[in-house]
């Protein structure tokens, strides 16, 4: 099918069932705004179909993608409704422990420093390389010179400071 006849068929398509669609959604979603989109969206992706003519059914596959952007709509509605929820109640833990849990990760911070400063040349940095710009044991290996076993060792002494830093 040419792009000229896909394009007439489309308009067809749209001039004869984009009204229909809009009034079924609207009914069966009690809103029109959202029916007004899918429409809109569903056509859009309609037309971007490359084999509209070995569609049988171009009506009923235009309703079910319809009803299936409907479904993601709403799915999607429904994690952003959690993801909000969780915000609001990870807002309002910080603020009320704000001020005690502030005071507790300034002083973990510093003994964590500390530990760090202590640590010898290569440990510390194998734990910079790692934990700061998130690089892997074998790219800290060739950076350093250094076997892979060398950089477990570095690392192990590292975390293990660090742990009893925390811990005092």
Request: positive net charge; glycine residues 2%; hydrophobic residues 35%.
């Amino acid at each position: 099918m040419s792009q000229s006849n896909s394009k007439s068929l489309l308009q067809e398509l749209f001039s004869d069932h984009a009204p229909g669609l809009l009034n079924f959604l609207t009914r069966k979603y009690q809103n029109y705004d959202l029916a007004e989109d899918v429409t809109q969206t569903a056509f859009a992706r309609l037309s971007n179909e490359k084999t509209l003519s070995n569609i049988k059914n171009l009506r009923g596959y235009l309703y079910r993608m319809a009803e299936n952007l409907v479904v993601d709509h709403i799915r999607h509605e429904k994690v952003k409704e959690r993801y909000l929820e969780s915000q609001k109640h990870h807002k309002q833990h910080i603020e009320s422990n704000a001020p005690e849990e502030a005071v507790e990760a300034q002083r973990q911070l510093g003994k964590l420093q500390e530990s760090l400063e202590r640590l010898p040349e290569n440990c510390r940095t194998a734990f910079i390389y790692h934990r700061i710009h998130g690089l892997s044991y074998n790219d800290i290996a060739v950076k350093m010179d250094v076997s892979v076993s060398s950089v477990e060792k570095y690392m192990l002494h590292a975390l293990r400071s660090c742990r009893e830093a925390v811990r005092k």
